[in-house]
């Protein structure tokens, strides 16, 4: 370069510092990008990991080992478990739909998420209303874009398949299954180890092991298939299935035969669906006419 082109006297160039090396926040598992409310920070244990452009509101707990990808947003009142991973465009902890309900200012219940959950794109959840809140167990999927809706409580390993929609005050037993664009009204029951069709509005509570599907829910069957996955064996299915059947027929007769019949672990099995049934305050989803008669569920 010839410096006889540069003119005299001419000051110097001060160029800016460098940026800092350290991130926003004092964790380095957290985005800078991402926007944390200052009452979540301590909440955050050291080995989660917080992506790209999440908003983290008030009272929010994330555990150790939990991920949230990227684009994630928990406006308030919610837990996270241990060991989770929340995908991007997830909502949780977000305020109920419910319009009805005045008595409760927005954004006041709280959402209580389990340990190993995976919560896929698009998911929804909302904080509930009583003190218990909304409940999600351990070890659940939450499919893309569905829904849990406010004061739900869904047991451990429960699955929902794309699209499922649970309307308010739903409780879901340990290992149920929603297939895909299922769905319920307001507090349902579906039984543990159940399996609801796709595309199946249900309206009416789910028996423990029952497999229900068609528009409106009816009992179709046992769920064969995902209880010989729990390592039940054939006999024990059948023993269930039997007890469906007379349940849903109300043969009390038959009820009694069984329980004198079976052994100690069909037994229970047996007493789960005969206390499920007797529970039940909107009734249960009734056989299929092409089950109902003399044919095998």
């Not at 996270?80 to 995908?87: A, E, N, R, Y």
């Not at 039997?242 to 037994?267: H, I, N, P, Y």
Request: hydrophobic fraction near 35%; proline fraction near 7%.
């Amino acid at each position: 370069m010839d410096d006889s082109n540069i003119p005299p006297n001419q000051p110097a160039i001060t160029l800016p510092p460098l940026p800092s090396k350290q991130p926003h926040h004092p964790t380095p598992r957290i985005h800078p990008f991402s926007l944390i409310h200052p009452s979540s920070l301590p909440l955050i244990h050291p080995t989660a990991t917080v992506g790209a452009f999440c908003l983290i509101g008030p009272n929010v707990t994330i555990s150790a080992r939990t991920t949230l990808l990227s684009h994630v947003s928990i406006p308030s009142n919610t837990t996270l478990g241990t060991d989770c991973t929340i995908h991007p465009f997830s909502v949780l902890g977000g305020p109920s739909q419910a319009l009805a309900d005045k008595s409760q200012p927005p954004n006041t219940g709280k959402l209580t998420i389990g340990n190993s959950c995976t919560i896929r794109e698009g998911v929804t959840c909302n904080v509930g209303f009583s003190a218990k809140g909304t409940v999600i167990g351990n070890g659940c999927l939450l499919m893309a874009n569905s829904h849990v809706s406010h004061d739900c409580v869904l047991g451990d390993e429960v699955i929902l398949v794309n699209g499922v929609l649970l309307a308010g005050h739903v409780t879901v037993g340990r290992g149920a299954i929603f297939a895909g664009m299922g769905g319920t009204v307001q507090f349902v029951r579906v039984g543990e180890y159940a399996y609801v069709g796709g595309a199946t509005v249900v309206s009416r509570d789910v028996l423990p092991y029952s497999m229900v599907k068609g528009y409106r829910g009816r009992t179709v069957g046992v769920n064969a298939v995902g209880l010989k996955r729990r390592g039940w064996t054939g006999e024990r299915i059948q023993w269930v299935e039997r007890a469906l059947r007379a349940v849903l027929r109300g043969d009390q007769e038959e009820l009694s035969e069984l329980v004198e019949r079976v052994g100690s672990t069909g037994k229970d099995d047996l007493m789960r669906v005969v206390d499920f049934a007797r529970e039940s305050e909107i009734g249960l989803c009734s056989l299929h006419e092409k089950v109902s008669g003399g044919a095998k569920l």
